[in-house]
């Protein structure tokens, strides 16, 4: 993958199903900011409460007013495992890879997941800095953006 937070490199190979918006529309503005190279979190417009994944309502408040907040696409990794077995006939000559879980300070400490890019043999260290690596798929009918992540040289 480049440094330029963009690359024509695929952190997994082609033939993975695209990712489909629900069609109640849901998450539809994290996909529009992934777009962007933007990464968006819900938050609740009453309490203020961040919450991944995306629902109707506040976990915390059980509020209905909840919203989209562009966040810093940096975090640091609260766990990560190195995936040897495919789950998809696609991804049969990518193993192994490394998935990740990752926690956003700016949003309240909600966690993400995605693929951590880089070296898959390497083991990097809970906590360790990670940032965004905005993955467009331009090829595709309908055009997408994912979100994976790789270490950072920043302290965490």
């Given at each position: 993958?480049?440094?330029?937070?963009?690359?024509?490199?695929?952190?997994?190979?082609?033939?993975?199903?695209?990712?489909?918006?629900?069609?109640?529309?849901?998450?539809?503005?994290?996909?529009?900011?992934?777009?962007?190279?933007?990464?968006?979190?819900?938050?609740?417009?009453?309490?203020?409460?961040?919450?991944?994944?995306?629902?109707?309502?506040?976990?915390?408040?059980?509020?209905?007013?909840?919203?989209?907040?562009?966040?810093?696409?940096?975090?640091?990794?609260?766990?990560?495992?190195?995936?040897?077995h495919p789950t998809h006939p696609?991804?049969?000559?990518?193993?192994?890879?490394?998935?990740?879980?990752?926690?956003?300070?700016?949003?309240?400490?909600?966690?993400?997941?995605?693929?951590?890019?880089?070296?898959?043999?390497?083991?990097?260290?809970?906590?360790?800095?990670?940032?965004?690596?905005?993955?467009?798929?331009?090829?595709?009918?309908?055009?997408?953006?994912?979100?994976?992540?790789?270490?950072?040289?920043r302290s965490s």
């Amino acid at each position: 993958m480049s440094n330029d937070k963009t690359t024509p490199e695929y952190a997994l190979p082609p033939g993975l199903p695209r990712p489909r918006p629900a069609a109640d529309g849901l998450e539809s503005p994290f996909w529009e900011g992934t777009r962007s190279h933007e990464l968006r979190i819900q938050r609740c417009r009453a309490c203020g409460g961040w919450q991944w994944g995306p629902e109707w309502l506040c976990h915390q408040c059980l509020g209905w007013n909840m919203g989209w907040d562009a966040v810093a696409p940096r975090g640091q990794l609260y766990a990560w495992e190195r995936v040897w077995h495919p789950t998809h006939p696609a991804l049969r000559e990518a193993v192994p890879y490394r998935v990740a879980l990752v926690e956003l300070p700016e949003a309240g400490n909600v966690r993400v997941i995605g693929t951590l890019v880089g070296d898959p043999l390497e083991s990097p260290a809970i906590g360790s800095a990670v940032e965004a690596v905005f993955e467009d798929h331009d090829d595709a009918d309908e055009p997408y953006t994912l979100v994976q992540w790789r270490t950072s040289e920043r302290s965490s």
